[in-house]
């Protein structure tokens, strides 16, 4: 049987903020099996981010285990982290991140120059990709030139052109009203159900939570499997 | 991530800053312009302090008389009377000697009718005039055989000439000098001053005999001139005659010289080493200016890597590595002094083209100084960049991702 996507044992992980010692997280397990569409929830300060940043391989732990498809993230180097978050992960985040006063082809290119390929074939996927989130008249668009949906949009053509198979979402409809939200997590329900994505899904609003297949609840930095 | 596509996102990056990167720019292309021009000024002067040595004469030496010492007193140079023609004409035999023209010196009072004019009276002999590569304006120059024979002729610099006979024409006319009557033969071409500020041309000419005898009752001769047949070659000879004058004198060994010798293509020398120290002390105060627009660099690359460390954190929540973000703002800074390195290269040689037609400086540029500059720019863009872009790599990609 195959390793499962996520497997995180016993994680902590403290930081100083302001002088003050602060746990966000005291010692979480967790597991996420291949194609699972997971939404963990918490207030704001709860820990989720941080411990979206460390699924995402953006920060490490202090101590406990993570292994990804089987592999001890834990002892790798910055390169070989980097190499994860470049095939292996996508990110979406609430406040878009796209690269200013760069085109969306450019940005949803961006992780594909770091992965090495060929200006030709860098610029046929990431037009793929956003045509697929139905931004194809719109590719040489500035990031300022589009609005929020828009944005988010683009956000996630670029987490998906390089192919990866865990995409994490940071609020990802934090920032849009209603109707794009709605238009947000259909694309991701979509991602999960066709393309077999792995998907975890973090906010605070149960609206969202609840496209999701199991949902998980951050609490003083554990992790509970009821509200 | 290929070279192409770093190098696009360091143009790219740049461009999006056009006026910011011109500035810092600015400050490379005034440094590599002000090196090759100042070097070129130096360069210049250099060339033409060479040139007007080589036309002053290098191949030539003087050999004076030289100090000698009585009970302990030490007179001055020119004070022993053991230099001769015979020592004149034994150096002329020497290889590498080209012309020998022995001299000694008197003061004169010449008269003309009612003129008289307080000058100096040289004995020389016919290739006096031939080392010293002056030639005649009229009349001609006495034979050896006057010299031989003490013949009561002479020659006269413009300067006399003009003293004492104006506008006419003084060839075939007696003058007095002292109370000696001697015909004029030929008056010499105007020379000049010396570089020390004597008028070459306040001089009477006649036999060196004539001056030993008739004038001064002495059988010595104060110096011996003479050309080499070249810069080496002048070397070689001063070697030789010190050798030669020193067996001929019977100096014994602990003996100090009787004579001294002047080398003109040691002064040469000297003179060129003053250039060069010159054109690189201009050098190297224009590579401070070069050295402080290496500091632009740096002070805009620190404020652009702060600017842009949320840009740096999304690259890397994209994937970039460590090394990934240490090129590309390496290559921002590679990218500033390469370009400013080029155009400061055309600024500079555009700037010593200007020089050498609007003044009078002379001006050489040298492609050592023009490839040392633009190395240099390079050098300064790596140093200068290294530092931000270190920075920036060192980010922990959480930190970037929440800068504000």
């Not at chain 2, 002729?153 to 003293?163: F, H, I, M, N, P």
Request: proline residues 3%.
């Amino acid at each position: 049987m195959a390793a499962p996507h996520i497997e995180i044992r016993d994680l902590r992980k403290a930081y100083a903020l302001d002088g003050v010692e602060i746990e966000a997280l005291r010692g979480i397990d967790l597991t996420v099996e291949a194609g699972e569409l997971v939404a963990i929830m918490g207030p704001s300060g709860s820990g989720k981010s941080t411990l979206m940043h460390i699924l995402g391989c953006l920060d490490v732990a202090d101590s406990g285990s993570y292994r990804l498809r089987g592999e001890d993230v834990t002892r790798m180097s910055g390169d070989a982290l980097a190499r994860l978050r470049n095939r292996e992960i996508g990110f979406v985040f609430q406040s878009f991140n796209l690269l200013p006063r760069t085109s969306a082809l450019e940005n949803v290119e961006t992780s594909l120059i770091y992965a090495g390929v060929g200006k030709n074939e860098r610029h046929e996927r990431a037009r793929e990709a956003l045509e697929r989130m139905g931004l194809g008249e719109r590719l040489q668009h500035l990031p300022n030139q589009l609005s929020g949906g828009q944005q988010q949009r683009v956000a996630i053509a670029r987490a998906l052109v390089s192919r990866p198979s865990l995409l994490l979402a940071d609020e990802p409809t934090g920032n849009v009203d209603t109707v794009t939200s709605a238009e947000i997590l259909s694309v991701l329900e979509t991602l999960n159900r066709d393309d077999g994505l792995t998907i975890i899904l973090i906010t605070h609003e149960p609206d969202v939570a609840r496209h999701a297949v199991r949902t998980l609840y951050v609490r003083d930095g554990r992790l509970e499997a009821h509200p | 991530m290929s070279w192409t596509a770093a190098m696009a996102l360091a143009l790219r990056a740049l461009w999006r800053n056009k006026t910011r990167a011109m500035l810092t720019a600015l400050g490379v292309i005034i440094g590599v312009a002000s090196v090759i021009a100042m070097v070129a000024i130096g360069a210049g002067a250099q060339q033409r302090i060479a040139q007007q040595l080589e036309s002053m004469g290098t191949n030539s030496l003087v050999v004076r008389s030289g100090s000698v010492t009585h009970g302990g007193v030490r007179t001055g140079a020119g004070t022993t009377t053991n230099l001769t023609l015979a020592d004149a004409a034994a150096i002329a035999g020497l290889p590498d000697v080209v012309a020998v023209a022995p001299s000694v010196q008197a003061p004169a009072q010449v008269r003309y009718r009612g003129a008289n004019w307080g000058t100096a009276i040289q004995g020389v002999t016919p290739e006096y005039f031939r080392v010293r590569s002056w030639p005649l304006a009229g009349g001609e120059i006495f034979t050896p055989a006057q010299v031989a024979g003490s013949g009561q002729v002479c020659l006269l610099g413009q300067t006399v000439a003009r003293e004492l006979f104006g506008l006419l024409d003084p060839i075939g006319e007696n003058v007095l000098i002292g109370s000696l009557p001697c015909r004029i033969v030929g008056v010499l071409t105007e020379k000049g001053a010396t570089a020390w500020g004597s008028d070459q041309d306040d001089s009477i000419f006649a036999p060196i005999t004539t001056v030993q005898r008739k004038l001064r009752g002495i059988n010595y001769i104060e110096r011996i001139e003479l050309t080499t047949t070249g810069r080496e070659a002048s070397f070689r000879s001063s070697k030789d005659i010190t050798k030669l004058l020193r067996q001929r004198h019977q100096l014994r060994e602990e003996a100090d010289d009787d004579f001294r010798i002047y080398n003109r293509a040691e002064l040469a020398q000297t003179s060129e080493e003053s250039a060069r120290v010159f054109t690189w002390l201009l050098g190297s105060i224009a590579s401070v200016s070069l050295l402080v627009g290496g500091i632009g660099i740096m002070n805009i690359m620190l404020v652009s890597v702060t600017e842009r460390t949320r840009e740096i954190g999304i690259r890397m929540a994209l994937g970039a590595r460590p090394r990934d973000i240490l090129w590309q703002f390496l290559l921002e800074a590679r990218v500033l002094s390469g370009v400013g390195g080029l155009l400061g290269m055309l600024v500079g040689l555009g700037g010593a083209m200007a020089v050498a037609r609007f003044s009078q400086l002379p001006v050489e540029v040298t492609p050592a100084s023009v490839l040392i500059a633009f190395l240099f720019a390079g050098l300064v863009g790596v140093f200068f960049g290294l530092h931000p872009a270190r920075k920036a790599s060192r980010l922990s990609p959480i930190d970037a991702l929440r800068y504000e």
